[in-house]
């Protein structure tokens, strides 16, 4: 591994344009409707998915550890704030409005710093 590569802490990332890498998908790939449409996508994670599961969470305050987060998860905080801490004790905290990435493998802490709810997509690779 480079030391240009993120490690621990560095590789939760917030969700949002700042964050993705830009896809433009091709307007050939369906009908377009309305004369002025345009998107883009900013991609956090991809890959071949062996496994999928999503739905609404809500927990109260508590730490859990994980050696190796099981899946490639995606969360979307609706109330409430939460942390994520790795071994080497940096952490980032999300509230709501807020949406992260947390990698499969990612070793370290989930913290639920209040009563919080979220809305994920998890998926294995």
Not at 1 to 7: C, K, Q, R, V, Y
Not at 65 to 93: H, M, N, Q
Not at 99 to 112: K, L, M, V
């Amino acid at each position: 591994m480079s030391g240009t590569e993120p490690t621990g802490i560095d590789l939760v990332r917030a969700v949002g344009p700042e964050t993705g890498e830009r896809f433009v998908p091709p307007l050939s790939d369906y009908e377009v409707l309305s004369p002025r449409w345009a998107e883009e996508e900013f991609r956090v994670f991809g890959g071949a998915a062996t496994s999928f599961t999503g739905g609404y969470w809500r927990g109260e305050p508590g730490t859990v550890r994980f050696e190796s987060w099981p899946y490639d998860e995606i969360c979307v905080i609706l109330k409430g704030r939460v942390a994520v801490r790795d071994t080497a004790g940096r952490s980032k905290e999300f509230g709501p409005g807020e949406s992260f990435h947390i990698p499969q493998g990612f070793q370290g802490d989930w913290i639920t710093v209040e009563p919080s709810e979220k809305v994920f997509i998890a998926v294995s690779r």
